[in-house]
C-alpha cells in the first residue's frame, strides 16, 4: 500500500529527491502535509500550502475537496510550489510552476492589436512561450495560476490537450477541447481595444526583455469583476458554487472544468 508523492521545482530542494513512497492505504492532504514537514532537509523553508499547488494524479485538489482531498494507495501526489518574484505591483505578476519561469502581463494596445501581433512578439523573442487571452477570461491570478499549473502538468506527463503548451492554456481558459472555438472566443481580437493577457514562459532574462518591449502598453491586470461573465458563460449557476466545498468556488469549479478536458478529449 503506497502513496507516490512527486516533488515538482522548489520542493525538490525540500527533500532531496524528485520522488517519495508513503506507506499508506490513504492520507488526507493536510496529513500528507503535515508528514511531509517533519522529513525535510534540515534548514530547508516550510511548505505553505497557500504556496503551493498539490494535484492527486494530475487533478488539481483545488478543485476537489482542498487540503481535505484524500489520496489513495496508487495515486501519486505532486507537490507544486508557486514561487512569487519580482515586482508585484502595477506591472510584474512574474512567478515559477513546475520550474518554469512565467510572467502574465496585462496589456491595453493603442488602437487594434491586429491579426499579426501575436506572432509578431513570438517571432521577435523565439525563446518564449507566449500566449495572448482577452482577460474577461481570467478570474484572478489564483485563477490563472491554477489554469497555468494545470498545463505545465499536463506538458510534463504528456497529456497536452494540443499539441503545444501555449494552445493548451487557451484551451483550459477557454474550456473547451477544440483549438478554433478556444481562438474564437478566448483569444485576442485583432479589431478590438480592450485589454487583454499575454502570458509567457522562459528564461528571466527572456521575460524580461518581453516586458521591456511591451512596458509602454501595460496596465493594472485583474482589475474587472469578470465573475458574472465568467459564470454566464459557462453556465454555472448558484446551486453548482453553493455545492463547492471552497472559499474560492468560482475558481476552483473554472480550475476542476479544466482539469477534466483531459477525460473530455480522450
Given amino acids: 500500500m503506497m502513496i507516490t508523492v512527486e516533488f515538482v521545482g522548489g520542493a525538490k530542494k525540500s527533500f532531496g529527491a524528485d520522488t517519495m513512497r508513503i506507506e499508506r492505504p490513504e492520507i488526507t492532504i493536510t496529513g500528507l502535509f503535515e508528514m511531509l514537514q517533519d522529513m525535510r532537509v534540515e534548514g530547508s523553508p516550510a511548505l505553505d500550502p497557500r504556496n503551493t499547488l498539490v494535484a492527486i494524479n494530475g487533478v488539481d485538489t483545488s478543485a476537489a475537496d482542498g487540503m481535505d482531498s484524500v489520496a489513495k494507495s496508487g495515486d501519486t501526489v505532486s507537490v507544486i510550489p508557486v514561487i512569487h518574484g519580482g515586482a508585484r505591483g502595477r506591472e510584474r505578476l512574474r512567478f515559477e510552476i513546475g520550474g518554469r519561469h512565467m510572467e502574465v502581463l496585462a496589456v491595453r494596445p493603442e488602437g487594434p492589436p491586429g491579426a499579426a501581433f501575436l506572432d509578431g512578439l513570438r517571432g521577435r523573442h523565439p525563446k518564449l512561450g507566449i ?136
Avoid at 497536452?160 to 472555438?181: G, H, K, P, V, Y
Wanted: proline share 4%; net charge neutral; aromatic share 4%.
Fill in 131 to 266: 500566449q495572448a487571452l482577452s482577460a474577461r477570461f481570467a478570474l484572478n491570478m489564483s485563477h490563472a495560476q491554477k489554469i497555468l499549473a494545470l498545463s505545465v502538468e499536463a506538458d510534463k506527463r504528456g497529456i497536452l490537450i494540443a499539441n503545444r503548451i501555449e494552445t493548451d492554456i487557451l484551451m483550459r481558459f477557454a474550456l473547451t477541447t477544440q483549438i478554433s472555438a478556444a481562438i474564437r472566443t478566448a483569444g485576442i481580437k485583432p479589431s478590438s481595444q480592450d485589454a487583454f493577457l499575454v502570458i509567457s514562459m522562459g528564461a528571466p532574462g527572456a521575460l524580461d526583455s518581453l516586458h521591456r518591449e511591451l512596458g509602454p502598453l501595460l496596465t493594472e491586470p485583474f482589475t474587472a469583476d469578470n465573475a458574472g461573465f465568467l459564470r454566464k458563460k459557462f453556465c454555472i449557476t448558484q446551486k453548482t458554487l453553493d455545492s463547492a466545498p471552497s472559499e474560492t468556488p468560482l475558481e476552483d469549479v473554472l480550475a476542476e472544468r479544466a482539469a477534466v478536458l483531459n477525460a473530455s478529449a480522450a
